[in-house]
């Protein structure tokens, strides 16, 4: 396989990760570095820079997207970027002294955990009661709702920042948005309505991924190669799937993804502890 | 209240189309070098199973340029990178401008330790 026929097939398989990331929501990131190190065999560490570049490509462009509906909140967005900045620094600290294989078995645990929080059904809950800090950050918002705006109060700050923190140090570590975590420590511990937390967590992942992007760049884990086809494909799948999210019926196609993650996460944790990533 | 969600919004809206359009930008860049990496060393063998870090002309800021302006394939994918990564850099920068201009003075504070740390990635160059 030369050059171009590699590039071809990394791609195509991009293309796909990102389109079907967008329609189901999961987003592109997490599949992409198990596909580059399971089936093209790249070193887990190239493909963990391809992967933060994908990442930062799909969340601007989605962003703004988002943002014209008024559901994100930037104080809420802003405030928790100091926590997963700097735990995106503290991941790629991690990062270059762990094994690859050590990696591999982390990078299992998280896909497992993703795939679970995706297949449960969120509700949001009552309102609460504002707590002295929301209120002193001015974290409290509204939203667009069926009846006029509707508000809401921010609590369990302190929680929501220290599972930011650990969001951010799982970006940086293994190259992936940690949309996942960014919303169960926004909509579980602090309270904020689902809407609000899928959105500004979208917005919040590209400033994670840049904090460790940069980092990797000068470190040599981006090697340009292999991050063209894997940047350019997940942007065009991401954009793709968001067009045809409104028409599509995704809940079936949900489950499959989900499936895929979990024999991807599995796959991940044998090949780390029997130390062949 | 109202006042300030309605500047809020039209800080989003803008924040957005800067996004948008720094992440096309950065795509044609990186298509850009895309296709002289591919006319020169398509036939090449690719190979990423071993890792070794990249070279020093593909990792320091100042070599990327010189490389881009000389026409090499790697290093021009590699600038539409460094936009791309710069590109939410930029709309800190900017959040960081609108709370200053809406008085909001700890949200200015919280926005530059943010921009802080994205600057520090960027052009710290140890490794």
């Given at each position: ?5 590699f ?18 929501g ?94 449960r059904?969120?509700?949001?809950g ?7 800090l ?29 599972l ?12 992936i ?14 309270k ?86 | ?68 302006l ?56 140890s490794?």
């Amino acid at each position: 396989m030369n050059v171009l026929e590699f590039s071809a097939l990394i791609g195509l398989g991009s293309l796909l990760a990102g389109f079907l990331g967008a329609l189901t929501g999961l987003g592109g990131g997490v599949v992409v570095v198990p596909m580059l190190a399971l089936l093209f065999h790249v070193d887990i560490r190239y493909a963990i820079g391809a992967s933060l570049v994908s990442v930062i490509a799909t969340s601007s462009g989605a962003a703004a997207a988002y943002v014209r509906e008024g559901y994100s909140n930037i104080r809420i967005g802003m405030f928790l970027e100091t926590a997963t900045t700097a735990g995106a620094l503290a991941g790629v600290g991690i990062a270059l002294y762990v094994s690859s294989n050590a990696i591999a078995i982390v990078f299992g645990a998280v896909l497992l955990c993703s795939a679970y929080l995706s297949s449960r059904h969120w509700v949001d809950g009552a309102h609460v009661p504002s707590s002295k800090l929301a209120e002193r950050l001015r974290l409290n918002g509204a939203y667009p709702g069926p009846n006029g705006k509707e508000s809401y109060n921010v609590t369990g700050v302190p929680a929501g920042y220290g599972l930011m923190f650990v969001a951010g140090a799982l970006s940086g570590l293994l190259g992936i948005g940690s949309g996942a975590v960014k919303v169960l420590a926004m909509d579980r511990a602090m309270k904020i309505p689902f809407k609000v937390s899928t959105t500004t967590s979208n917005f919040m992942i590209g400033v994670t991924a840049a904090a460790s992007a940069g980092l990797y760049l000068h470190r040599g884990y981006i090697a340009p190669g292999l991050a063209m086809p894997v940047m350019l494909g997940v942007l065009a799948g991401s954009l793709l799937g968001a067009r045809v999210l409104v028409r599509a019926r995704v809940k079936v196609l949900r489950y499959l993804f989900a499936a895929v993650i979990v024999v991807l996460g599995f796959e991940m944790i044998y090949k780390g502890i029997a130390g062949r990533i | 209240m109202s006042a300030q969600d309605w500047n809020d919004q039209r800080i989003e809206v803008i924040i957005g189309a800067l996004l948008r359009t720094g992440v096309l930008l950065a795509a044609t860049v990186v298509l850009l070098g895309a296709i002289v990496y591919l006319v020169r060393h398509g036939g090449e063998i690719p190979n990423y199973a071993v890792f070794h870090r990249e070279p020093d002309n593909l990792t320091s800021t100042t070599a990327i340029l010189h490389g881009a302006l000389g026409m090499s394939g790697r290093a021009i994918i590699q600038l539409g990178l460094l936009l791309l990564i710069a590109t939410p850099v930029a709309r800190v920068l900017f959040s960081a401008i609108a709370f200053a201009l809406e008085r909001d003075y700890l949200y200015v504070l919280i926005t530059l330790i943010v921009l802080g740390i994205l600057l520090y990635s960027l052009f710290e160059s140890s490794g």
